[in-house]
């Protein structure tokens, strides 16, 4: 059983650039949620898909976006960054409401 | 509004020693609770979870929790920790809100473990 996966591990952006992170689903799972984790703060939930829709937002901008394809992987998109954006992208998957299984994330870093 | 509360943000135990984490929550219904674990640059790994029935569940590495309607708590315990315990835990409540299912995790308790 392969886990969640996330791609990059590390990434340094500019304000002002756009950045995409890719995420390989755990097999079997149909659903995938990203969270935010800034530096010593829990995870927030920024959005999730299902079926390669969105199934719901947390309170993050447009700027933020995301896609699911039929594999289940999916990216999240993120425009214009700020330096508040610097922090740890979790990726998880699950099958409709099963407990979340997480990657080991991309930590970004906007300069 | 729905919420998860981890009162202590750092903890310091001897190995040996037993360890209680603290977990409060505000949620309308029914929660679905979950213990999580994140080691230094790593992502979150499922201690343990409690969706229904016994209020005592049981999970990986020696772990338990004890769900407590009337205090709005899951305390995560183990009897013995081991210095490889050492790393963030996370409590979350799984919250249906507008027909998605999200977590809302607290801010984390850090567990350091003196040899």
């Known amino acids: 059983e392969t886990g969640v996966t996330q791609s990059p591990t590390h990434l340094i952006k500019t304000r002002g650039q756009q950045v995409t992170l890719r995420c390989s689903s755990q097999?079997?799972?149909?659903?995938v949620s990203w969270y935010q984790q800034a530096l010593g703060q829990g995870p927030q939930f920024i959005f999730q898909?299902?079926?390669?829709?969105?199934?719901g937002r947390g309170n993050f901008p447009p700027r933020f976006s995301g896609l699911q394809f039929p594999n289940y992987s999916s990216e999240l998109n993120v425009n214009a960054l700020e330096l508040d954006d610097s922090a740890l992208y979790l990726c998880?998957?699950?099958?409709?409401?099963?407990?979340?299984?997480f990657g080991n994330g991309t930590r970004l870093t906007v300069t | 509004a729905q919420s998860v509360t981890q009162p202590d943000i750092h903890i310091t135990v001897s190995e040996g020693a037993s360890l209680e984490l603290r977990c409060n929550y505000s949620?309308?219904?029914?929660?679905?609770l979950f213990w999580y674990v994140q080691s230094p640059g790593q992502g979150l790994q499922l201690l343990l979870k409690?969706?229904?029935?016994?209020?005592l569940v049981q999970g990986i590495k020696g772990f338990e929790a004890e769900f407590k309607r009337s205090q709005s708590s899951f305390n995560l315990r183990k009897p013995s920790v081991h210095w490889s315990d050492a790393a963030e835990y996370f409590c979350?409540?799984?919250?249906?809100?507008?027909?998605?299912?999200?977590?809302?995790f607290g801010t984390g308790t850090r567990l350091k473990v003196l040899a």
């Open positions: 949620y309308g219904a029914t929660p679905y």
């Open positions: 979350a409540v799984g919250a249906a809100t507008s027909g998605t299912y999200k977590y809302i």
């Open positions: 898909y299902y079926r390669e829709e969105e199934n």
């Open positions: 409690y969706f229904s029935g016994d209020t």
């Open positions: 097999s079997g799972h149909n659903t």
């Open positions: 998880a998957s699950s099958w409709d409401n099963s407990p979340l299984h």
